[in-house]
């Protein structure tokens, strides 16, 4: 079992920033894969970015050139730096981790960037 907390959101200006973290803590030598997923109202949940345990890094290219996924593996947390925010990076933000075929999930953050 894995478990991921996820704090760091809020509501901030458009072009402004934000720090997500995702702490996870369990069997976290299972994992494979990390990653930012968020889900808009009305909308179905996407890939922000994600981090495999090789490091190899990927982004929704809505997000390229703004937001950076990073770990610290001390702390078992990962990141995800948000900056030049806009208003349809509004969403709920989840932590995900994939541990060969089961996927966990944090509770969610929100992120609200006003115009």
């Known amino acids: 079992q894995v478990q991921l907390v996820e704090s760091g959101g809020g509501l901030v200006q458009a072009g402004g920033s934000l720090r997500l973290s995702c702490a996870a803590s369990?069997?976290?030598?299972?994992?494979?894969?990390m990653g930012w997923y968020r889900q808009a109202p009305g909308k179905q949940r996407e890939l922000v970015a994600s981090?495999?345990?090789?490091?190899?890094?990927n982004y929704a290219d809505s997000v390229k050139g703004r937001f950076t996924i990073s770990r610290d593996n001390a702390k078992n947390t990962r990141y995800l730096q948000m900056n030049s925010l806009k208003p349809e990076d509004t969403a709920v933000y989840y932590c995900?981790?994939?541990?060969?075929?089961?996927?966990?999930w944090g509770q969610g953050t929100q992120v609200t960037v006003s115009s």
């Open positions: 995900n981790a994939t541990s060969g075929i089961r996927d966990y």
């Open positions: 369990g069997s976290i030598f299972s994992i494979n894969v």
């Open positions: 981090i495999t345990s090789g490091g190899i890094t």
